[in-house]
């Protein structure tokens, strides 16, 4: 819908554009626009201020920029050439020399009191086979004939030793330690009787567990059972602790066992 028309309306008005506040400009611009021209450069931004115009006869020629190298130094007389043993061509060879030696008699002298060549020996693979060096076939015993052949060597001593120190340091670290804590070695004796009468037990246990009906169908077959069973397997866990320990300490004679190895 088009407005109302009015009698204000019918003269076209000017449009009135709001005027522009005055551009801001930093009162330092001077200062620094000095300090800028001052410090640059004519040839920073837009190459030198005045460029020489290359002379036609300077052109590029070819090979003019390859590394050329350096001029070859003449020989000094102190540097003079090796002696060569091939004899010079204007050398002449020294005439009129000759020797008394009867090289025929030396020679037979010497093959006569020479001692023989002893033959390498060899191994043929067949009858009419190829020969080879029996040295290097390894069919000789070169190893057992060495001087240190059999004999320990000097770390594995030197290791033997170490450890023989290192396990009475420990054995002695245990005592002392047993000392202290007042515990009780077991002899030999009190150990083999220890061992037979968890054995004797086990197999009382074994008999009790062989009795036991077939069928399990109470609770109390089911507990009894159960108990045997763990019975039986904490024997057999003493008496494989007791027969892989040669060494066992009590303490305060009580039942509780304390396996010390002496292997470590």
């Not at 020479?114 to 070169?142: A, F, H, M």
Request: proline letters at 8%; charged letters at 35%; aromatic letters at 6%.
């Amino acid at each position: 819908m088009a407005a109302p028309e009015s009698i204000y309306n019918l003269l076209p008005r000017l449009q009135e554009r709001p005027a522009k506040p005055p551009r801001y400009i930093s009162t330092f611009r001077p200062s620094v626009k000095h300090e800028t021209e001052k410090s640059k450069a004519q040839w920073k931004t837009m190459g030198p201020a005045k460029v020489a115009v290359p002379s036609p006869k300077n052109f590029l020629k070819k090979h003019s920029k390859e590394p050329k190298l350096p001029a070859r130094k003449k020989e000094q007389d102190s540097k003079k050439l090796p002696a060569l043993s091939v004899p010079r061509r204007t050398d002449h060879p020294v005439m009129g020399i000759q020797s008394k030696k009867n090289f025929i008699n030396t020679n037979a002298v010497a093959a006569i009191t020479g001692l023989p060549k002893k033959p390498q020996p060899i191994y043929v693979d067949r009858r009419q086979g190829d020969k080879y060096l029996l040295e290097t076939s390894g069919l000789v015993p070169k190893y057992i004939k060495k001087k240190d052949y059999g004999i320990t060597p000097k770390y594995v001593t030197r290791r033997t030793e170490e450890m023989k120190r290192a396990q009475k340091e420990h054995e002695t670290h245990v005592l002392e330690y047993l000392k202290e804590k007042a515990m009780k070695q077991l002899s030999d004796e009190e150990r083999e009787n220890l061992l037979q009468g968890l054995k004797k037990n086990w197999e009382e246990v074994h008999h009790e567990f062989q009795c036991l009906s077939v069928e399990i169908d109470t609770i109390p077959k089911k507990l009894r059972k159960e108990k045997l069973e763990s019975q039986m397997k904490q024997l057999e866990h003493d008496i494989d602790v007791i027969e892989k320990h040669k060494v066992i300490y009590i303490a305060n004679e009580a039942a509780f066992l304390q396996p010390v190895s002496s292997e470590l």
